[in-house]
Structure formats: structure tokens, C-alpha cells
């Protein structure tokens, strides 16, 4: 039973680390970063992209996460392009 337990916790331990926004888009709309506390009510513009303010605040916390650099680059050579 033990054995259950740490395999739930390894999950859930597992899950902290994937689900990074939290989506709330009916009776009203907000998007919540789970890592930042950041959060909008301005959902559609996060569904098309703008997520720079998500972005900013994971890097300005230090976080070590690929993605958020991969992103952060990406939206930097959007803008160039424009």
C-alpha cells in the first residue's frame, strides 16, 4: 500500500511539472500560469499567442524551463520579422 502511495505522489510530482497554464474560458475567461500566479481575463489573446507577459514572469523567476526560453526566443523573432 505504501508502494501506491509514492506512485501517486510520483505523479502528481510529475504533473506539477507539465500543466504550466490553467485555461477557464466559459461562464467567464481567465488564464492562470500555475508556476507564476500570473494571470489574465484576456483569454482569447492567449489563445492566439500573446504570451509574452507568462514569458516574462517565469524568466524573471528564475525558472529553468527550455520551453519558456524556446518561447521567449521564438516571440523575439516575431518581432524582428515585423
Do not use: E
Amino acid at each position: 500500500m505504501t508502494q501506491l502511495w509514492a506512485g501517486i505522489a510520483s505523479i502528481f510530482a510529475a504533473m506539477d511539472r507539465l500543466i504550466v497554464r490553467s485555461y477557464v474560458l466559459r461562464p467567464y475567461t481567465m488564464v492562470k500560469d500555475l508556476r507564476t500566479g500570473v494571470q489574465t481575463t484576456d483569454a482569447r489573446r492567449v489563445l492566439d499567442g500573446d504570451i509574452d507577459q507568462f514569458l516574462t514572469a517565469a524568466l524573471a523567476l528564475g525558472h529553468d524551463d527550455r520551453k519558456a526560453r524556446a518561447h521567449a526566443w521564438l516571440v523575439a523573432v516575431r518581432r524582428k520579422r515585423t
